[in-house]
């Protein structure tokens, strides 16, 4: 019998509760196996002074799943060098799988609409097919636009899933660390006072006023 894994996809910086909650939602709406968390190495498309080292995100991604029994994360793309494409990470799962698995990538639908613009997209196709949960300020309208780049056959492998909408984004937590504001309920416990232990989003300056603190200063 063949049954389905998903890949959730994402740079993870840092995970919060809407990609936990997207997650936990896919696996129930399309009876998934379970969701491999794949936090990005190298982004291809960000530059990599903007984004946290990858093992403080792997850490942070590991922290908030271990508690799910049906949720695993890959270091797959930490492990990889260069740049992160999907594409080589869906290859290297499908070896690993074999064809007793579909797989079924997730990430948010205003990051599957540039998936035109990504290596190899067409090939991207013949391996996966992609759950694109929805976000705020993102309509499903919005997608059709993209049928016309790549295509019917490729579009017809895009699953649009609405998800409830919880309106946190990894910029904004970081924004809020940054000004020394709460992020409490916005990421699991254990992910807030890792980022409070390892004193991520600050600015060296932020960081030297942080360690002057004895107590917490996020929460
Ligand atoms: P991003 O630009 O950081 O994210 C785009 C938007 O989608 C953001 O609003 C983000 O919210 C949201 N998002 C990201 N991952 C999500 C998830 N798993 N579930 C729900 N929302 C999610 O995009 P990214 O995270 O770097 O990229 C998403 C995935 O696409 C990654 O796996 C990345 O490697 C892949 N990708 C591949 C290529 C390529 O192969 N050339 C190019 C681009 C992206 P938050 O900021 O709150 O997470």
């Given at each position: 019998m063949v049954t389905a894994i998903g890949i959730m996809g994402g740079t993870f910086d840092p995970i919060h509760f809407g990609h936990l909650r997207a997650a936990e939602e896919v696996l129930q709406g399309f009876g998934l196996e379970r969701v491999i968390f794949m936090p990005s190495g190298k982004p291809p498309h960000k530059p990599l002074s903007e984004v946290t080292d990858a093992e403080h995100r792997y850490m942070m991604t590991l922290l908030a799943t271990v508690d799910h029994p049906h949720f695993e994360v890959s270091r797959i793309e930490i492990d990889r060098p260069g740049p992160s494409y999907t594409l080589d990470s869906l290859k290297e799962l499908k070896k690993?799988?074999?064809?007793?698995?579909?797989?079924?990538?997730?990430?948010?639908?205003?990051?599957?609409?540039?998936?035109?613009?990504?290596?190899?997209?067409?090939?991207?196709?013949?391996?996966?097919?992609?759950?694109?949960?929805?976000?705020?300020?993102?309509?499903?309208?919005?997608?059709?636009?993209?049928?016309?780049?790549?295509?019917?056959?490729?579009?017809?492998?895009?699953?649009?899933?609405?998800?409830?909408?919880?309106?946190?984004?990894?910029?904004?937590?970081?924004?809020?660390?940054?000004?020394?504001?709460?992020?409490?309920?916005?990421?699991?416990?254990?992910?807030?006072?890792?980022?409070?232990?390892?004193?991520?989003?600050?600015?060296?300056?932020?960081?030297?006023?942080?360690?002057?603190?004895?107590?917490?200063?996020?929460?």
């Amino acid at each position: 019998m063949v049954t389905a894994i998903g890949i959730m996809g994402g740079t993870f910086d840092p995970i919060h509760f809407g990609h936990l909650r997207a997650a936990e939602e896919v696996l129930q709406g399309f009876g998934l196996e379970r969701v491999i968390f794949m936090p990005s190495g190298k982004p291809p498309h960000k530059p990599l002074s903007e984004v946290t080292d990858a093992e403080h995100r792997y850490m942070m991604t590991l922290l908030a799943t271990v508690d799910h029994p049906h949720f695993e994360v890959s270091r797959i793309e930490i492990d990889r060098p260069g740049p992160s494409y999907t594409l080589d990470s869906l290859k290297e799962l499908k070896k690993v799988f074999s064809s007793e698995k579909a797989l079924y990538f997730i990430t948010g639908l205003d990051a599957i609409l540039e998936i035109h613009t990504w290596n190899g997209y067409r090939e991207l196709f013949e391996i996966a097919d992609f759950i694109a949960v929805t976000r705020p300020g993102y309509s499903m309208e919005t997608l059709s636009s993209l049928e016309k780049a790549i295509g019917k056959e490729c579009f017809s492998r895009i699953h649009p899933f609405p998800v409830t909408l919880l309106a946190i984004s990894s910029r904004d937590i970081r924004r809020r660390v940054r000004e020394g504001k709460s992020i409490r309920y916005l990421v699991p416990d254990p992910v807030m006072k890792y980022i409070e232990k390892e004193r991520l989003y600050l600015s060296d300056a932020e960081k030297r006023v942080a360690r002057s603190y004895s107590g917490g200063w996020l929460v």
